[in-house]
């Protein structure tokens, strides 16, 4: 007797239709070995690795091959099937495998099936143990992401030009889940880049896990990250849905967890948090005790090095399945987190503090401005850009202060001097950058803002450390000279020198003589005593003290002092820094001038 119209179509389609990239012909060979072996194969797996794909695409071609029939199934022949099983069965030609896509659990398969010698290819989210209580003892075949190397060779593989860092990023963003990476490959254009296409992404998320026909209704990805948020305690305390939340705002970025056991190692050292109202200041040591293992235990979050991580493809679901009243308490509850995890400042990234910095800045820099609402928030973005340029990283820097200003034109309550301190910030960056003209467009702007809203701007060090940069990359002396002159006046001697060192670094780019040489030296044996040796203002002077040994023929103490200079630079900014790669270009130019 000849199956049913209905199956026969379901069978044909389950093959048909152009095959999805994705390969892994290990694992579906070891299901077809197992098949043969036990007559019964549960492959299981999370959301979006692609079980049913590695079924339809890499195990139904030899199952059609091998087994007289096979028969997909789904409610409607499930009904039918069962309902008339003694009619149909005895009468299929054997072996007859059966193929269950998305199978609930054991329930799924009625025992008047199993009884009549069928076997069996399930595909299920339910756990291995649910399976094993079984009478006919399945084998099971569990699915997971990829391995990194693993997603890098297949996005190399499929896009043509991608380079092996930006393949590994790009598979970092979307948690090497296999379906998301198999529509990133369809999505992206040849003319596109990662950041271009992650940017374009995070708007459009659903493009990235919606199943592969339209009109089915959200993913199983999708659907899964929803169930879980909306099994998670909720609360206007720490709770697993608001800390959730606020690392989901983080975009992808770790966050730095807070240990009440471990006080910070550089002191003098005040957290932000302590500059919000008493209220807002949360307890956050509950984050590592509570909240943090609950929603690693759910597999919402990985803890990394004493981070915890929201991966990028993850966040941007959370954010969908949060309704505006938890985003809002997300908001509230990213910003008081990440307070918790920096010092106290003016907006400015010390040099001792970059420890703090240097763990938190990614995550500051990522989150939406709109989460920072308090002036300790609003200075700890700036700071962390400050941070970024001081890294090395000014085009970052550069990107994310224009997006900050850009979010603060048509905010509210904003006061000027977060206003003007981004303009500073964007002129450092440009200058680091060598775009002179608007570094001084920046400075200039900065200057005339400050100066009409504020009488008692040349007491501010924040104001004079504005137009000093400013006047470095207009390379106009006079104004350092003035600048110097009013910083002489604060009780904090460090903005004096380093205008100081602005002013020689101009006199150092037109003067010569011995006198220059010795008068750098002399500011740099003040800094090194007020700041330390490794500080990158005291990395500064010395650079510019062995550019002035050089122009005054003094070569043998040029090399000595720049290859001083490298040393110390590589130490405290790293190998890879740009001032780091520029002072050893510059240390073996002069080492092989002789030659």
Known sequence: MSLPENVVRRAEGFASGHPLPIGRPALASRIIRELHRWGMVVVIGGPGVGKSHLIEHGVYAQCAAEFGSVVTWSPEVAEYLTSRTEEFVPHWPPPVLMLLDEAVGPESIPDVLLNHGLQFIVVSRASAAEWRRLSSSPAVVEVGPFDREESVRFLMTNLEGLAEAEADRLAEHLGDLPRALDRAIRLFTPDTTVDSFLLSMGRHIELLVRDEHPGVGPSSVEVAVREAVDDLPSGAEVTQRSVLGALALMGGRPYPVPRMDVP???????????????????????????????????????????????????????RRALSSADLELAAYMAEVMLLGTVPDSQGDAAWEHWPSWRTSARALVAIDPGCMTTVPGRRALLAACDFLIEQGRAADARARLLALREAWRNTEGIPSEPRVQVLDLLGRASYELGDLRSACRYGESAFRARRLANDRWSRDPVALSGAAHWALAAGRRKWLVELRRLARCLPDQRLELRIESFDMLVRVRSLYGMCLADSIHELLCAQRDILSSEHPHTLFTMDLLADAYHRSGRADEARETLAKVLELRARSLGPGHPHTRAAAMKWYARSHEEE
Do not use: F
Request: aromatic share 6%.
């Open 264 to 318: 910070p190692p550089w002191q003098p050292w005040r957290s932000a948090l302590t500059g919000l109202p008493p209220e807002r200041q949360l307890p956050l040591h509950s984050l590592s005790t509570v909240v943090m293992p609950d929603l690693e235990r759910r597999k919402l979050l990985t803890m990394v090095d004493g981070g915890a991580r929201v991966d990028w493809l993850t966040s941007h679901l959370v």
